[in-house]
């Protein structure tokens, strides 16, 4: 696993293909995946992650920790542990791009869900909201949910629709 120290800086994945054993990013410091792709074969920790443009990041093993998850574009799959958590106050801000993969990811503070896709595959391809977490759906466009939402929390309509489709178990 690598550690990364950023400061109040950005580690950014640009363009090309990576392949990590497993990656720490220190407090303060974001980690953003903009192109390329990038894999990640052991634990993930950043305070900030976000995914834009055309990037793809595949979280293969533990994903922990971060407070603030944007999606704005590209792909986030997430494979590894049957249940990722994103940190204790965790967000996911999903504005565009696609949320997938085999494994749960669980929100644990408050979101929001303007644009993009979730996706995910066989019993654990999920996003997760906590007892006590709201999932707020905003804005007038329809958006698409390929995999499973398991709501313990709140889903929130505020306009727009989600057309559910077919998720084989």
Known sequence: TQYVDAGLG?????????????????????????GGTTNFSGA??????TVSG?????????????????MSGGTANFNGSPF?????????????????GSSSFQLVGNSVWTGGTITGTGTFGKVFVWPDVVLEKVGPDTLT????????????????????TTNPL
Do not use: R
């Open 145 to 164: 949910l390929g995999g499973i939402l398991w709501n313990e929390g709140k889903v929130k309509f505020s306009g727009g629709q989600i057309t559910i």
């Open 84 to 100: 990722n958590t994103v940190g204790n106050k965790g967000v996911l801000n999903l504005s565009g791009g696609t949320v997938g």
């Open 44 to 49: 993930y920790k950043a305070d900030t992650t």
């Open 54 to 70: 055309t990037g793809t990041a595949n979280f293969n093993g533990d994903y922990t920790g971060a407070t603030t998850n944007v």
């Open 10 to 34: 950005t580690l950014a994945f640009n363009k090309g293909t990576f392949d990590l054993a497993g990656l720490t990013a220190a407090p303060g410091s974001k980690v953003a995946f903009t």
